[in-house]
């Protein structure tokens, strides 16, 4: 079966770093998505890598090994509001989006 | 520019009643998406739209039905409502294919008693 693994919920402090990761065993793949989704709103783009290696978005960055079957999403200088949960996808040989069930992420001041 | 956006925010039903969730975009995208999201699971794709007039079953589409009739609409029915129903329903789009971003609405909540 297709399967997408994330941490449930993380913790981490206003103004420092957290690194989300996300592993996943689909039949093929075609690309890997990260959304980020405020409680009770609609998840939005974050990124997306196809190929290996790192991809930076100001304080966002997204790496991805394909050989590993890995990836994580890296926030830096965290605000209170980057309280939110985020979603890991990957596109499969099909092209059917496979979705992990998210990460809850919390800030503390 | 409203992007997507979904009709009703919010409904209550009672099992084996109907009802259509309707889904708007302005985007000019060619790909529509109904998704549920359920507490501790992934999104899971109901129906999608490749294009006007086309539909197709994604991973769980028993109990709903869908329909294109317009490019910017898509409508998604329960015939008759179950509490396994009970869920936050999230229509998306895309300008072509799901390699592409998908945007999509603000959910409707369901509460199937």
Redesign the interface.
């Known amino acids: 079966g297709q399967n997408?693994d994330q941490p449930?919920e993380m913790t981490a402090t206003e103004g420092a770093i957290v690194q989300i990761n996300c592993t996943y065993q689909t039949s093929g793949f075609?690309?890997l998505?990260w959304y980020q989704q405020h409680a009770?709103?609609?998840?939005?783009?974050l990124s997306?890598n196809v190929l290996d290696g790192l991809e930076e978005k100001g304080r966002f960055s997204s790496f991805l090994s394909r050989s590993k079957g890995y990836s994580y999403l890296l926030l830096k200088e965290l605000q209170m509001k980057d309280s939110a949960s985020y979603?890991c996808?990957v596109?499969d040989s099909n092209?059917?989006?496979?979705?992990?069930?998210?990460t809850k992420l919390i800030i503390k001041p | 520019n409203a992007g997507?956006t979904q009709t009703p925010k919010f409904r209550v039903l009672k099992t084996g009643q109907s009802m259509t969730l309707l889904c708007a975009q302005d985007m000019n995208h060619e790909y529509m998406y109904w998704y549920r999201q359920d507490p501790?699971?992934?999104?899971?794709?109901i129906h999608y739209s490749v294009g006007e007039g086309t539909t197709a079953k994604g991973?769980v589409p028993d109990g709903y039905n869908v329909s294109r009739l317009k490019k910017q609409n898509f409508l998604l029915g329960l015939e008759s409502a179950a509490p396994s129903q009970t869920s936050v329903y999230?229509c998306a789009s895309s300008r072509q294919?799901?390699?592409e971003?998908?945007?999509?609405?603000?959910?409707t909540r369901l509460l199937v008693l």
């Open positions: 997408i449930t075609n690309g998505f009770g709103e609609a998840p939005t783009f997306y979603l996808a596109l092209y059917q989006l496979i979705w992990g069930a998210g | 997507v501790g699971m992934g999104l899971r794709l991973e999230f294919g799901p390699e971003t998908q945007y999509f609405g603000p959910g």
